[in-house]
């Protein structure tokens, strides 16, 4: 960030954070025909409509002037809901073709590179996040995949908590999850992890939800707790989730109920039906084999 921010503010386009004699040519202050404050901050940043223009349909428009969104020409455009490391990596594409990403804020720029309608510059962004998966990033880039419908970086985010998911249910990212982002993990055959974790984790991110927007568990989970598999518990841990959950409801009571009935099944029946289908980390218990079995 440091080497991309010094660039822009040797080009002048920076106010604010280094001193103005010694980094700004008064040339390009001069020639700087456009004012930004970003973020909550309304950091300065200078620069030139007809570069912006002509690089990006959005600062056309919003740059237009006889769009009163940007307003009359000596007046600033407020971008606040913009991070201002973010608006700058964006400069920096727009003003170089070129592009230094890091881990911190690669996502806010592909957010702003989706907003700006930039398609090179969020290839990029994808590229740079699919190679840089971890346990920190991986949830905060499945959010972002499912808000916007990216469906490439939705898939390779879920395949990496597929096969990391015991270690990606602890992290707090996992507990700031849509509703829309959790239910695409959970309905997920290959997660490698037993249930028993998966509905402890779930009751987590409910809880969670709950005090965030101060909803009833059973409110906020109700869009995701479908895609547990109670069946898949053996009677004695579908008991012991029985018990927790009137203390701290947050599956309907006919879901355990119906779970109930795949114990009731006559031996030899098979159950069919995503409910009774076993994940890829699935511990084996004895009623298992009357399920029907994850497919090869």
């Given at each position: 960030m440091e080497g991309k921010l010094q660039r822009l503010v040797e080009a002048g386009l920076v106010m604010?954070?280094?001193?103005?004699?010694?980094?700004?040519?008064?040339?390009v202050i001069r020639t700087s025909d456009v004012r930004f404050l970003v973020g909550q901050d309304r950091r300065e940043v200078l620069a030139h409509r007809c570069l912006l223009s002509s690089r990006c349909d959005y600062f056309r428009q919003l740059l237009s002037a006889e769009n009163p969104v940007?307003?009359?020409?000596?007046?600033?455009?407020?971008?606040?809901?913009?991070?201002?490391?973010?608006?700058?990596?964006?400069?920096?594409?727009?003003?170089?073709?070129?592009?230094?990403?890091?881990?911190?804020?690669?996502?806010?720029?592909?957010?702003?590179?989706?907003e700006y309608g930039l398609s090179e510059l969020r290839e990029l962004c994808v590229e740079f996040v699919v190679q840089n998966l971890d346990m920190e990033l991986v949830c905060e880039a499945l959010q972002v995949a499912v808000t916007f419908g990216l469906r490439q970086l939705r898939e390779k985010c879920l395949n990496f908590i597929e096969r990391h998911a015991q270690d990606v249910l602890r992290t707090p990212a996992f507990h700031e999850l849509?509703?829309?982002?959790?239910?695409?993990?959970?309905?997920?055959?290959?997660?490698?992890?037993?249930?028993?974790?998966?509905?402890?984790?779930?009751?987590?991110?409910?809880?969670?939800?709950?005090?965030?927007?101060?909803?009833?568990?059973?409110q906020v989970a109700q869009a995701v707790v479908g895609e547990l598999r109670l069946p898949l518990l053996s009677p004695s841990e579908l008991?012991?989730?029985?018990?927790?959950?009137?203390?701290?409801?947050?599956?309907?009571?006919?879901?355990?109920?119906?779970?109930?009935?795949?114990?009731?099944?006559?031996?030899?029946?098979?159950?069919?039906?995503?409910?009774?289908?076993?994940?890829?980390?699935?511990?084996?218990?004895?009623?298992?084999?009357?399920?029907?079995?994850?497919?090869?």
């Open positions: 604010g954070a280094v001193p103005e004699w010694k980094v700004q040519p008064q040339v940007g307003g009359a020409p000596e007046e600033p455009v407020v971008l606040a809901d913009v991070p201002p490391e973010a608006f700058l990596t964006v400069l920096e594409f727009l003003y170089t073709n070129s592009i230094t990403l890091d881990r911190r804020t690669v996502l806010e720029v592909l957010i702003s590179s989706l849509s509703p829309a982002a959790l239910l695409a993990v959970l309905h997920s055959d290959h997660l490698a992890v037993d249930e028993v974790e998966l509905v402890a984790a779930t009751r987590h991110w409910a809880r969670v939800s709950s005090a965030v927007l101060e909803q009833p568990m059973g008991s012991s989730l029985e018990e927790q959950n009137r203390v701290e409801p947050f599956i309907p009571m006919e879901q355990i109920a119906e779970a109930w009935k795949y114990h009731a099944l006559s031996r030899g029946e098979a159950t069919r039906g995503i409910q009774g289908r076993r994940r890829k980390g699935t511990a084996p218990r004895e009623h298992h084999r009357f399920l029907e079995l994850l497919p090869k």
